[in-house]
């Protein structure tokens, strides 16, 4: 008689037929290695013509199928990456704002605090906003790049928690993020519009949604591997990092300027503060958030447009005309005089930076001909000019009515003006330089071809050597 086996309906019986072991010592062995699933024993031993038997459950089977689906993950991540991206900024931002409320006796609605909290934080977005009759548009733009930090760590985020590879998935990531950051930027706007504060929804999505786009496809496309740096030619992957380089430079001796003009006016700055009283601290922090935008300004004094201090002002090494400005740190550090003339070598600055990069550019440069070499260098002009031009108009705008409507440098001036600079410095040295290295490989490769030993061939065996 036959046994009868009963099996559970959520079992499927799955037959394996597997190969003889070959291994050393097991040799004409007919054991077979049986995979149960349900936990009974692993090994027994079976004839050689006979298949093994595994036992798979699908109920398990099924259970691991169940696992999250990718709109899903994308929808879950998305969401809270933009959720902790905002709080890491607003947070800060709202402790100082009640810090500020507590030290000036607490007058004024809770309302009124959230609002100030969050006109602060849209305008690092560069968003536009009313305070009383004061029109503010000059973002600070230390709060604008952590914005931007933390929005491309979100996008970065989301597309890592998808295991996004492909640009099909750097535009669902970046896309989501930049939906859920415009809500919110919105809601902001809606919500800010209270007591002595006023933000126009249109104008704050006009000028946010381009910074969000812009930070939101550069981290996720960074953390998939799409970038087209990757994939661009030698010689402008070259040129542009030497543009960039150059400006950031130019921006670190416009720094440096900033801090040497804080030292030389320290006096007429303590005073400043001293008007403010006990509220000097809120004061010094916000001189501080705009310290990168009066870099910025000084890169432009440095290159020679030089930048405005209200309606109708010029602040340049040959020309200073001011008006009465306020009792603000910043505008205290202000020059208001020429530049003397033990230093008006600044105003060459911009050039030789340029040329100290061209022949940088030249020297890293040696595998590339001299058309090449010319169009790296000429790209990196264009750079430089381009990301010049666009961070003196970030770093302009408006800190009042009047007088202070018209805060900063020109930004066609100051890319025109500092475009011409750069494309003489770099492509002129880079073409100098490259004169230099081709005569300096030439000699190189004649002394190597003068002290060359030639050595001969090992012998294949012991009978073709030398006696």
């Excluded at 008689?1 to 291994?23: A, I």
């Excluded at 998808?162 to 998935?169: C, F």
Aim: glycine share 10%; proline share 7%; aromatic share 6%.
């Amino acid at each position: 008689m036959g046994t009868v086996l009963h099996v559970p309906s959520c079992v499927r019986l799955v037959r394996v037929e597997q190969r003889p072991n070959r291994r050393p010592g097991r040799a004409g062995s007919s054991q077979r290695d049986t995979v149960r699933i349900d936990g009974s024993p692993r090994s027994t031993e079976t004839p050689v013509h006979r298949r093994d038997t595994e036992i798979v459950d699908t109920a398990a089977y099924a259970k691991r199928a169940k696992a999250p689906r990718r709109p899903r993950a994308l929808l879950a991540s998305a969401l809270a990456t933009t959720l902790w991206c905002a709080t890491v900024v607003v947070t800060p931002i709202l402790v100082c704002v009640i810090l500020g409320w507590w030290q000036a006796g607490a007058t004024g609605s809770v309302a009124n605090v959230a609002a100030a909290a969050g006109v602060a934080w849209l305008s690092g977005h560069g968003v536009p906003v009313d305070i009383g009759p004061m029109h503010l548009s000059i973002p600070p733009l230390a709060l604008t790049a952590l914005i931007a930090w933390r929005l491309a760590k979100a996008a970065a985020g989301t597309t890592r928690a998808i295991g996004g590879r492909d640009t099909a998935a750097v535009r669902a990531a970046a896309g989501l993020v930049t939906i859920f950051y415009t809500g919110l930027v919105a809601g902001a706007a809606a919500l800010c519009t209270t007591g002595p504060f006023t933000v126009d929804l249109l104008p704050a999505l006009l000028h946010a949604v381009p910074l969000i786009i812009a930070a939101t496809a550069f981290g996720a496309a960074r953390e998939a591997g799409v970038l087209p740096w990757d994939t661009a030619s030698v010689w402008l992957r070259r040129g542009l990092r030497t543009g960039m380089i150059t400006v950031g430079a130019l921006l670190a001796c416009g720094a440096a300027a900033t801090g040497v003009a804080f030292a030389v006016r320290g006096p007429v700055v303590a005073d400043t503060l001293r008007v403010y009283g006990s509220e000097s601290w809120i004061v010094a922090l916000l001189s501080l958030l705009y310290l990168p935008n009066l870099a910025v300004w000084a890169a432009a004094y440095i290159t020679g447009p030089g930048f405005a201090v209200g309606a109708g002002t010029a602040v340049q090494a040959e020309l200073v005309e001011l008006g009465p400005l306020p009792a603000f740190p910043v505008f205290a550090a202000v020059p208001n005089a020429t530049l003397p003339a033990y230093a008006t070598i600044l105003i060459g600055l911009p050039l030789m930076l340029a040329a100290v990069f061209g022949v940088i550019l030249t020297y890293r440069s040696p595998d590339l001909r001299v058309p090449r070499v010319t169009t790296a260098a000429t790209v990196a002009a264009a750079t430089a000019a381009l990301a010049l031009g666009l961070l003196a108009y970030l770093s302009g705008g408006a800190a009042g009515t009047d007088l202070l409507a018209d805060l900063g440098p020109d930004p066609l001036a100051v890319a025109g003006i500092g475009g011409v600079q750069f494309l003489i410095g770099l492509v002129g040295a880079a073409l100098i330089a490259r004169l230099f290295a081709v005569h300096r490989r030439a000699a190189e490769a004649e002394l190597v071809r003068r002290d060359t030993v030639v050595i001969p061939e090992p012998a294949p065996s012991r009978d073709d050597g030398l006696p």
